[in-house]
Structures are given as C-alpha cells and as structure tokens.
C-alpha cells in the first residue's frame, strides 16, 4: 500500500515524535492537535515539549515542506492516534479523548484507508474505537463486521519507549502490532516499517493492548517491591540503597531502587486498567498500585517529622523554609505527568505554614498548583532551607555533596545514598 500522506492525531509526547519520524522519511505528514498554541509553535518549526533531537528533526521537516500541524484533521492514507488515555475517579479508564478523535477523522476518511490506535489503552479499546467509527461512517464498512473484505483497516500498536530517548527507540526498538484482521496487521506493519528497523511483530489487537498494560504492570510490580522495602528499612535503620546493592550481587536477583512513588503517563496509569477490567482476579497488579500509591504519603510523614524536629528544638513552624529538588516524575526530563514528586510539593504548598522553595532545573515556570512556592536554584535552596527532600535525581543533584547541606535531609531517591554525611 501507498503511504502518500500519513495523519498522527494528538502532537504530545509521543504523537510529535512520531510524526517527524515519518516526516524525516520524505512522507507529508499532517499533524493534529486541539491545542492551538502547539500547532502554531509546530508551524514555526519549533517543538513545544523537551525532547532531545526532536527540535533539529522537526524544524528540517516543516523547513523541507514534508510537515504541517492544523486542529482539524484532512484527508490522509494512514491515520495514527496518540492521544491521552487517563483514568477516572475511580480508576475506569477513560477513552473520551480516543472517541473524540475517533468523530474528528471520520468526515475525512475514504476507502483503503488505515486507521491505527497507539494510545495505551485497556483491552478492547481498538474494537470499540472501530465501533465509533462505524457509527460516524455507516457508508464505509469496517473490520468488525465485514473483516478482511473492510473498506478501512483497523489495529493497534502501542508506544513503547523511553523519555529522553524516544527519537532514538522510536526507531531501534520492536513494535507489537495487533490488526483486527490479517490484512489489517500487514497494511499496519508496511507503514511502520517506513523508518522502523525494530522487529514488527504481530498479534491480534487485544493482544497488543494488553501486551503493553503487562510491560508496564511488570514494572510497577517490581518498583512496588523495592518501595515497600524502603519503608520497612526504615523501620529497622537500614540504608535500603545499600541493602539493594548488595543484595543484587546475587546472579539471579535484580531490585530496582525505590522512590518517591511512580509516575509517568503509562507505569502510574496502565495496571488500573487491568485492575478495573478484572478487579477479582488482579490481587498482586492492584497491590502493587497501592503500595506505589502510598509512598508520596509516606515522604510527607518523613517531612513532617524533620519539620517537627526543628519545632522541638525552638523554630517556628511557620519560619521553616522546605526545599523540595525535582518535581517531574522522572530525572532529567520536564514532564510532570502524574508526577508523585509533583504531588508532593503540592501536598507540602497547602498543608505547610511556612516556606516552600522548588528546585526543578528542567521547567521555566511552576504550575499553577504551586503558585505560592518559590521556583529557585540548587545554591539559594541550599542555603536558605530547613529542610531538603530529595524527590528526583536530576543529574545537577547527584553532584550535591550532602557533607555541606547543613539542613534536615529528606532523600527519597538515593541520590546521597553513597555519601556519607
């Protein structure tokens, strides 16, 4: 099949790249977003997220005419769709963005077009997805009723790589790809073979969904493992980083490190899919959730009690000065999606009477939620704070040297744990 004009519907994280990953490889690419601000920085060549190379590729695509971004979709061969898929309240998925991106291509589509969902997703999204597209087009038909004779091929292909590096793992990195037929599979694996050199291996759509809600529910058991573990360390005045250390010595143990709570748009989100799906069934997946839930609470309590140190030895509360380091959810990147450090620093803002210095090197301006915090450098929190809680390990902390920080030293990541104090 022909691939003359590619559409990646959602310009975040994940649909950017993606789309200058096509573009990169002389295909005209339109990109869709709602966020007008993004389109029109798209337009201009430049990026409106921290990605490293994606500014380079993307300012030489539009530059070169093979990349546009619009907020209405246009007729395309291939449409992908990378937009949010959060949770509810109660941890129900919500697919309202997925359905409405669903109604935006369906006046455009036509027959032979491909329609792809990348959004992590819980089983049977792509089905309801084709579903949503049926309604809109009852003049084209579609796999789940007509099969491999469909007019528009339908599958799935969920992301799988890692901030910081996704231009590089976009292209390296195998991809599952799950059609809803045979052929839809095939068509799928031609376009993502356009800059592709992973292995494109294939499955059926459901498969493909939950092939990615077990790589990150995987993730999240394990980290679940390791943060319990810190908080029983310290109960019994054990240096857990140590402990792990040495412990990972043995040839078939392998602990990750714990933190402050998981974050991220995937390993936070995609085990409360499998868990509302199958709530009976998913004991060990939602305790894991729980036990990584948990843990921003207990860093609270860790604060709380350095604070309360102070109080006991003559301060006053409401003059205690609180420096939180890092508030993305993950070292040296600027994404503050469900963030436990970000969640933190806001629990810290309207629960603490006195004053709260955040060092994040990698965003220009606090969110709103922290509006009453000051956004400062490393050097002034140092000096001026009571307290320091370590909640990221951004590289420009692990050059701190704990011996000369004179406050209470909250770390929730081990970026000192090697030091000595």
């Avoid at 590089?168 to 809803?180: A, K």
């Avoid at 990750?256 to 009976?280: K, M, R, T, Y």
């Avoid at 939180?324 to 309207?350: C, N, T, W």
Wanted: aromatic share 6%; net charge negative; hydrophobic share 45%.
């Amino acid at each position: 099949m022909e691939f003359n004009t590619i559409s990646v519907i959602g310009l975040g994280y994940i649909g950017l790249p993606t789309a200058a990953m096509f573009a990169s490889r002389k295909k005209k690419v339109i990109g869709v977003d709602i966020n007008s601000v993004a389109v029109d920085t798209i337009n201009q060549g430049q990026i409106h997220i921290i990605e490293p190379e994606l500014d380079m590729v993307v300012h030489a695509a539009v530059t070169e005419g093979y990349l546009k971004a619009t907020t209405k979709p246009e007729p395309a061969d291939a449409f992908l769709i990378a937009v949010p898929t959060p949770f509810k309240n109660n941890h129900e998925p919500d697919l309202s963005y997925i359905e409405a991106a669903s109604k935006a291509i369906a006046p455009v589509l036509v027959k032979g077009n491909l329609i792809i969902l990348e959004s992590t997703s819980p089983v049977g999204a792509t089905e309801k997805m084709a579903g949503w597209l049926a309604n809109e087009r009852p003049d084209l038909s579609f796999p789940g009723e007509a099969g491999e004779s469909s007019d528009i091929r339908v599958a799935h292909c969920p992301e799988r790589v890692l901030p910081g590096h996704v231009m590089r793992e976009l292209i390296e990195n195998d991809r599952i790809i799950g059609g809803m037929t045979p052929k839809c599979t095939a068509v799928s694996v031609e376009l993502y073979k356009i800059f592709v050199e992973g292995e494109c291996v294939t499955t059926d759509t459901r498969t493909a969904e939950m092939a990615k809600l077990t790589e990150n529910s995987f993730r999240d058991v394990n980290i679940a493992f390791a943060n319990e573990l810190s908080v029983i360390c310290d109960k019994l005045d054990i240096n857990v980083w140590e402990l792990i250390r040495l412990s990972n010595r043995h040839p078939r143990v392998d602990i990750l490190q714990p933190g402050a709570g998981v974050g991220g748009h995937c390993i936070a989100v995609d085990p409360w899919f499998i868990v509302n799906s199958n709530p009976e069934e998913a004991k060990l997946i939602g305790m894991a959730r729980e036990v990584n839930d948990s843990k921003p609470g207990w860093v609270i309590s860790k604060v709380k009690e350095a604070a309360g140190k102070l109080v006991q030895s003559g301060k006053k509360e409401d003059n205690i000065t609180l420096a939180v380091f890092g508030v993305a959810f993950k070292p040296d990147i600027d994404d503050l999606r469900e963030s436990p450090a970000l969640s933190i620093a806001q629990q810290l803002h309207d629960q603490f009477k006195g004053n709260l210095m955040v060092v994040e090197p990698n965003i220009e301006v606090l969110p709103d939620s922290l509006i009453n915090a000051t956004h400062t450098t490393k050097s002034n929190a140092v000096v001026e704070a009571d307290v320091v809680v370590m909640l990221v390990a951004h590289k420009e902390f692990k050059e701190m040297k704990v011996s000369t920080i004179q406050a209470e030293v909250i770390d929730a990541v081990g970026v000192f744990s090697t030091q000595q104090s």
